[in-house]
T-cell receptor, first 113, second 114 residues
Framework: EDQVTQSPEALRLQEGESSSLNCSYTVSGLRGLFWYRQDPGKGPEFLFTLYSAGEEKEKERLKATLTKKESFLHITAPKPEDSATYLCAAVARDAGNNRKLIWGLGTSLAVNP | DSGVTQTPKHLITATGQRVTLRCSPRSGDLSVYWYQQSLDQGLQFLIQYYNGEERAKGNILERFSAQQFPDLHSELNLSSLELGDSALYFC?????????????FGSGTRLTVV
C-alpha cells in the first residue's frame, strides 16, 4: 500500500539552529515528490517538486533532497517566520493510471527567537 | 492571495443539514481538486475535476458530491451532515496537473457541525 510518513511530528528549534525534516515514502512508481508549507488556518503553499533520486532544490533557507526511499527538507539558520507545518506528498499512479497524491501528516516546526 | 477563492470561510450548521462550498480556481487553471483536512487524518483527497469533467475520485462519501461549471468554478455539496464531517475543506487548482508547479490551494472553508 502506498504510504508517506513524516518525522518528527513536531520540532522546536532555536533561531539559527539548523535541522532536517524527513519524509519516507513507500510508493510504487514514484512520479515526483512535493513539499508544501502550511500556516495555521491557511491552505498549503507549494515549495518544491523533486522528480528523481539525487535531485536537490533550494529556496532561501530551505533545501529539499530526494533519495529512492525518502526526502529531506533541510532548514539552515531558521528564523521565527519559518514556523509552520511542512507537508510532503508523493505522486503515484492509481489503477486507472491517473496521478494521485499520497500525503504525509506533516511536521509542525516552531522556531523560537 | 493564492488566486484560488473559497467561500464561505466559516460555516456552522446542525447535523442532518446540507451545505454547499464554493471554489473559484486560479485564472487559467483547468483542474480543481477538493480536499478534507482534519487533525487526525491530515489531507484527504476527495475528488478532481478537469475542465468540467470528473477526473479522479478519492475517499469521497456518497453523501458528498461535487461539480465543475462551464466557467470552471466548482461546488462541493455535503448532505446529511454528521459531527465527524467537521473539518477544513480545501480547494486547489493546477494548470499542468500539478507536475511542475504543484497545486495552488485556497484558504479553505472551516465547517463545524453541531
Amino acid at each position: 500500500e502506498d504510504q508517506v510518513t513524516q518525522s518528527p511530528e513536531a520540532l522546536r528549534l532555536q533561531e539559527g539552529e539548523s535541522s532536517s525534516l524527513n519524509c519516507s515514502y513507500t510508493v510504487s512508481g514514484l512520479r515526483g515528490l512535493f513539499w508544501y508549507r502550511q500556516d495555521p488556518g491557511k491552505g498549503p503553499e507549494f515549495l518544491f517538486t523533486l522528480y528523481s533520486a539525487g535531485e536537490e532544490k533550494e529556496k532561501e533557507r530551505l533545501k529539499a533532497t530526494l533519495t529512492k526511499k525518502e526526502s529531506f527538507l533541510h532548514i539552515t539558520a531558521p528564523k521565527p517566520e519559518d514556523s509552520a507545518t511542512y507537508l510532503c506528498a508523493a505522486v503515484a499512479r492509481d489503477a486507472g493510471n491517473n496521478r494521485k497524491l499520497i500525503w504525509g501528516l506533516g511536521t509542525s516546526l516552531a522556531v523560537n527567537p | 492571495d493564492s488566486g484560488v477563492t473559497q467561500t464561505p470561510k466559516h460555516l456552522i450548521t446542525a447535523t442532518g443539514q446540507r451545505v454547499t462550498l464554493r471554489c473559484s480556481p486560479r485564472s487559467g487553471d483547468l483542474s480543481v481538486y477538493w480536499y478534507q483536512q482534519s487533525l487526525d487524518q491530515g489531507l484527504q483527497f476527495l475528488i478532481q475535476y478537469y475542465n468540467g469533467e470528473e477526473r479522479a475520485k478519492g475517499n469521497i462519501l456518497e453523501r458528498f458530491s461535487a461539480q465543475q461549471f462551464p466557467d470552471l468554478h466548482s461546488e462541493l455539496n455535503l448532505s446529511s451532515l454528521e459531527l465527524g464531517d467537521s473539518a477544513l475543506y480545501f480547494c486547489a487548482s493546477s494548470v499542468d496537473g500539478g507536475i511542475n508547479y504543484g497545486y495552488t490551494f485556497g484558504s479553505g472553508t472551516r465547517l463545524t457541525v453541531v
